[in-house]
């Protein structure tokens, strides 16, 4: 098994619509999990970090199930702009604890 | 406020011939810095990372090198390149864990 494995779509959504992937690890021990956005021949920046309890940023809402081991992203009343690679990114420890998945990509539709 | 630079951010190099892709970061002191490659298709994959001057962690023995000769200088370098060097080069610092900055990239391809 991976250790960070994302569906990698293409996710076809109508603007305005809700969407959520999901992001599966395999080490129980990770310790910090984040999802980042990448655009097309751009550097990845940082979107949000997952709390245990989730968490919400404006249309973003980021839950963690570690009895499951799997994080998601649920955008709603999706835009245009929000057309981009969601990369799942699970910390296990130390500088280099860092692992990102292969990212979902996301194509909002007008 | 922190800033990265990276450069160039592209670069056509023939197989066989070096390579030196220079980052830099300003407005903060003491970085972990990191190196990391995206090849088409594929995820991120993690080059090399420091934590200070002089210290370099490899996580891909390669034809690559990594240096850090300034707490805010990070090298990547090779002297002869392969065809599979090919990628999107991308350079990073953080001083908390998880929270990566990243530099614009650099999209390399050997020919």
């Known amino acids: 098994r991976k250790e960070v494995e994302q569906d990698p779509g293409p996710f076809n959504v109508p603007e305005g619509a809700t969407v959520a992937f999901n992001c599966t690890y395999s080490?129980?021990?990770?310790?910090?999990f984040f999802w980042y956005r990448q655009d097309c021949r751009k550097e990845p920046k940082l979107l949000m970090s997952?709390?245990?309890s989730g968490n919400e940023d404006g249309r973003f809402t980021a839950q963690l199930n570690r009895a499951s081991q799997y994080i998601s992203l649920l955008i709603r009343d999706s835009k245009l702009s929000d057309s981009a690679t969601y990369l799942c990114v699970v910390l296990r420890g130390g500088a280099d604890g860092l692992t990102f998945g292969k990212g979902t990509h996301l194509i909002i539709q007008p | 406020s922190q800033t990265i630079h990276q450069w160039p951010a592209t670069l056509v190099q023939p197989v066989g011939s070096p390579l030196s892709l220079e980052c830099t970061v300003e407005g903060t002191s003491n970085p972990n810095l990191y190196w990391y490659r995206q090849a088409a298709g594929r995820g991120l994959q993690l080059l090399f990372y420091?934590?200070?001057?002089?210290?370099i962690s490899s996580e891909v023995p390669q034809n690559l090198s990594a240096s850090r000769p300034q707490d805010r200088q990070f090298i990547l370098s090779s002297k002869k390149l392969l065809l599979s060097d090919s990628g999107f080069y991308l350079c990073a610092w953080s001083l908390r864990a998880g929270q990566l900055f990243f530099g614009s990239g650099t999209q390399l391809s050997v020919l």
């Open positions: 420091s934590v200070g001057i002089g210290q």
């Open positions: 080490n129980s021990a990770s310790q910090s």
């Open positions: 997952v709390y245990s």
